[in-house]
């Protein structure tokens, strides 16, 4: 039972922080690469008290429910789009033992809670009582189906090629040349999983310039920043999954296991944010064509490529 306890604080403390200092780092990669300088500043040196002023800041803010609103449905929105990536760490390994629970289908198990975590925005655009915030939620929905059928065909690649669902088996049955063998299925699960997030160049259904902010355009205070909050834990289990799939997870040279399980998900943490500051938005028929016509073709050459590796080896 203590051992159970100790690694559930462990996992609340790690989706406390991660998530917080991707946050961090994405204020200053982007103040380089864009030259902004407003972040740069809070707190004096390189800014390191933003992340802390724009806490201060939701904390300030009056907490708003539209009159119009479903208030009972209003309200746990945050919480469905949040709570989803907290209970999806409890299978993700972060070295050999280091796993709250090893589920015999732990993958499927990722798979179906991630899918969870979307219906927070539907489920805010749909009670805000307000069309842009409809059209936002549409607008997930729609990124959602398109997106979870390449997301789960990549995945099932990696689960043929490693013959268990079980996500320490996965990163145990691993091998350096697997890099190359799923990389295309890699490649399909980290810009599927982008585009589930919703984040640039997928984020049709926040876009500023036309619906403000999608399901979250009501939000204000604290609710907001829970929103806020799901979009970078999102970023922390996405690079999680792609280094555990498809990267090794723990497999490196020299340095622990965990160490080389942060360093792989740091380093697509901050992929992540280069892409949101390199590429423009998608329009909607543009970010459907690219799931249907280029990532499910892809993902299904994939299927094919492990099927005939494994009928060799």
Known sequence: MLEVVLSFVVILIVFLVLPLIVGQTEHKVMAHMQSRLGPMYAGGFHGWAQLIADGVKFMQKEDVIPAAADRRVFMIAPGVALVPYLVVLIVIPLDRGLVAVDLDLGLFFVLAVMGVGVLGAIMAGWASANKYSVLGGMRAAAQLMSYELPLVLAASSVAMAAGTLSMPGIVEAWQWWWLPWQAIGGVVFFVAGLAELRRPPFDMPIAESEIIMGPMTEYTGM????????????????????????????HGPFLPGWIWTLIKVFALAFVVIWLRVTYPRLREDQLQKLAWAGLVPLALVQLALTGVVKVLI
């Open 223 to 250: 609710r907001f920043a829970l929103f806020m909050l799901s979009e970078y834990a999102g970023i922390v289990v996405l690079s999680l999954l792609t280094t555990v799939l498809f990267l090794g997870g723990w």
